[in-house]
């Protein structure tokens, strides 16, 4: 089975007073004094190119001198409202090095770079203008992932820390065959991992370039860790296949070493280690989900097609009732989780 067909363009799904009820009590609402719709009137551009002269689909931009200061400080004032709780001691240590712009996808984001002129030391963030989908799609992931997610949410604009890796993509062209044998049996079972949280999270789209490869060094040895890093996608496709990422013809190279590396009775039991840590994660933060899910349930976030669909094709999976009576996508999450927490909980006790 293959999940490669055009994705059609999603719809943008406004913030409803729930989600922003929601986002108030978790903190993750700010103020700020620039807007998405602010950074798009810039007045020319050039191509971001890689360092083998490659198009990277991101384009440098250049507003108006008059505007560029006040956008400057803005930019550096929401860095520290991200990473220091809005402290502003060392706002005359940052600059903005650049502001570049994403022409592919969904998102259109816009990438910022911020350098402390102290050490020399810089960081990305991102802006975007905020959509429900993404919101829950960050939020599941801080939830259900073994990953914190740090993000920022003011009227209709998204602001997203960067997250550290090596895009799945070029992981594959520059990266796999240096690695040992060893290191792709590994890579493969964080694949398999990545494959079951995406799966039930319903989180769609994660071909290699919407997801991340993160080394780490450990005494003598490297592990590898997948995460996703675009959520444009989340509870959106009607196919239960686009959400799972072994499906998509851009991964096949982590699905073949799923199938080169692991014999069949590892892959399950994998897959049931994930789902056994996903339902602790999920009894940490019960009031947490709780609220999600009352914020997703009130929320529209895909076509009635694709809700009927998508019903449809989960209830043929699993004979689970919840999931043909689901009248929502909030209600299709909420029953994926109820469902590994009554097939799954009990390996807690094995372990």
């Excluded at 007045?43 to 971001?48: D, E, H």
Aim: hydrophobic content about 35%; overall charge negative; glycine content about 4%.
């Amino acid at each position: 089975m293959d999940a490669d067909k055009p994705l059609l363009k999603k719809k943008y799904y406004p913030i409803n007073e729930v989600l922003s009820d929601y986002l108030h009590k978790y903190k993750r609402v700010t103020k700020t004094t620039i807007f998405y719709e602010d950074l798009l009137r810039f007045q020319g551009s050039v191509v971001v190119t890689d360092k083998n002269d490659e198009d990277t689909l991101w384009v440098r931009v250049f507003h108006n001198e008059f505007e560029r200061k006040e956008i400057d400080l803005s930019l550096k004032k929401i860095y520290t409202l991200l990473h220091s709780d809005g402290d502003e001691s060392n706002l005359k240590f940052l600059t903005v090095d650049y502001i570049d712009f994403c022409t592919f996808g969904n998102s259109k984001p816009f990438r910022i770079k911020i350098r402390n002129t102290l050490n020399d030391n810089y960081t990305h963030f991102y802006v975007k203008k905020a959509d429900a989908s993404r919101i829950f799609g960050l939020e599941l992931e801080h939830i259900l992932s073994p990953n914190s997610i740090n993000f920022l949410v003011f009227k209709e604009t998204l602001i997203e820390e960067h997250i550290v890796g090596i895009p799945g993509d070029v992981f594959l062209k520059h990266h796999l065959h240096n690695c040992t044998e060893h290191e792709k049996a590994q890579i493969a079972k964080e694949f398999v991992k990545f494959n079951e949280r995406c799966m039930i999270g319903l989180l769609g789209d994660m071909r290699s370039y919407n997801f991340v490869v993160i080394p780490i060094y450990d005494y003598d040895h490297i592990v590898f860790k997948i995460r996703a890093i675009d959520f444009d996608q989340q509870c959106y496709e009607g196919s239960f296949k686009l959400y799972k990422p072994h499906l998509y013809k851009e991964n096949f190279l982590f699905t073949q070493l799923v199938h080169d590396k692991l014999k069949e009775n590892s892959i399950e039991q994998y897959q049931k280690e994930e789902r056994s840590i996903m339902v602790r994660r999920l009894a940490g933060s019960e009031e947490r989900l709780k609220d999600l899910l009352f914020a997703m349930k009130s929320n529209e976030l895909s076509p009635t097609l694709n809700l009927e669909l998508l019903k449809k094709e989960t209830f043929e999976v699993t004979k689970d009732k919840y999931f043909k009576n689901a009248k929502s996508m909030g209600e299709l999450v909420e029953a994926a989780l109820n469902y590994i927490k009554r097939n799954y909980h009990h390996l807690e006790d094995d372990e």
